[in-house]
């Protein structure tokens, strides 16, 4: 069992919300507003004090009824509704109130939002975490991550990492230890290896093998939720190797408390929000 405790102590009665950290997630396309709310929640239920979701401004009005706690930020879209290019400058401007930047949930592949995404990694100086279509947009462009000037986490499926290290996925699902690592140590970043005993390494050689989880999570959305845990820890001033592997733990605890209460047939995504208060409060000390 990994003790929460351990990274993040008890809360002092003379704090505020500031002391713990301020979450800025990109994330959301149209028929995709479902990743950038599993994301932002995943992220405010790990003990962020703030979450800002940019997204496209034709988004807001859906985003306002699924959000209640997190905040919003409208930003400049294409004509498909996705993130635009002219998203950039505000985004970096926003940046300096922020404390890590979560990135890639539902974004799209549209080719202008790629192109913001692959700018922002090489200039954002806050610690990034990069999933899903954040991934999809570096498949090809991997150096980029060489230029990331804050540290980096990527937290690819199997499918996410053959693209980006240009193999197949059974060929990373033979040794993804040794994937992992070498990836980590090429990019200098810490990779999330995610599925069975998903796997934690970082670019100095350590390496975290996860226990927690179940079958059940093999279902749409877990992952966005994952990302956003990863993204708070971190705020709140974890380590990014430690933040990902606490995040791990603690996500796939919550689906193991929920598989237990429900069964892992009808198990979804919003089940691992509804039960990461309890895991999270079981590894307190």
Not at 54 to 73: F, R
Not at 178 to 203: C, H, M, P
Request: charged content about 20%.
């Amino acid at each position: 069992m990994i003790n929460f405790s351990k990274f993040l102590p008890k809360r002092k009665p003379d704090t505020h919300k500031g002391d713990y950290g301020h979450v800025l997630v990109l994330a959301g396309s149209p028929g995709w507003t479902g990743a950038a709310y599993l994301c932002s929640q995943g992220a405010l239920l790990s003990g962020s004090g703030l979450v800002t979701l940019g997204i496209p401004k034709s988004l807001n009005s859906i985003m306002a009824v699924k959000l209640t706690e997190v905040m919003t930020k409208l930003l400049p879209e294409t004509g498909a509704g996705t993130l635009s290019l002219n998203a950039y400058d505000e985004i970096l401007k926003f940046i300096d109130k922020v404390d890590v930047v979560a990135i890639g949930p539902g974004l799209s592949t549209h080719k202008e939002t790629v192109r913001l995404v692959r700018k922002l990694i090489t200039s954002i100086n806050k610690p990034i975490v990069i999933d899903a279509d954040g991934l999809n947009a570096l498949a090809g462009n991997t150096r980029l991550l060489k230029k990331a000037i804050g540290p980096v986490v990527i937290t690819p499926h199997p499918g996410e990492m053959a693209r980006l290290v240009g193999i197949s996925t059974s060929e990373i699902q033979k040794d993804r230890k040794a994937i992992a690592l070498k990836a980590a140590k090429e990019y200098n970043l810490t990779v999330v290896l995610k599925g069975y005993r998903s796997v934690v390494v970082d670019q100095s050689g350590k390496v975290y093998v996860n226990i927690t989880g179940n079958p059940g999570m093999a279902t749409g959305g877990t992952g966005d939720i994952l990302t956003g845990m990863i993204a708070s820890f971190i705020g709140q001033g974890i380590s990014a190797f430690d933040a990902a592997r606490l995040g791990v733990y603690l996500h796939g605890l919550a689906g193991d408390l929920a598989a237990k209460a429900l069964g892992e047939v009808s198990l979804a995504a919003g089940d691992i929000l509804r039960y990461l208060p309890k895991a999270i409060k079981t590894n307190t000390g």
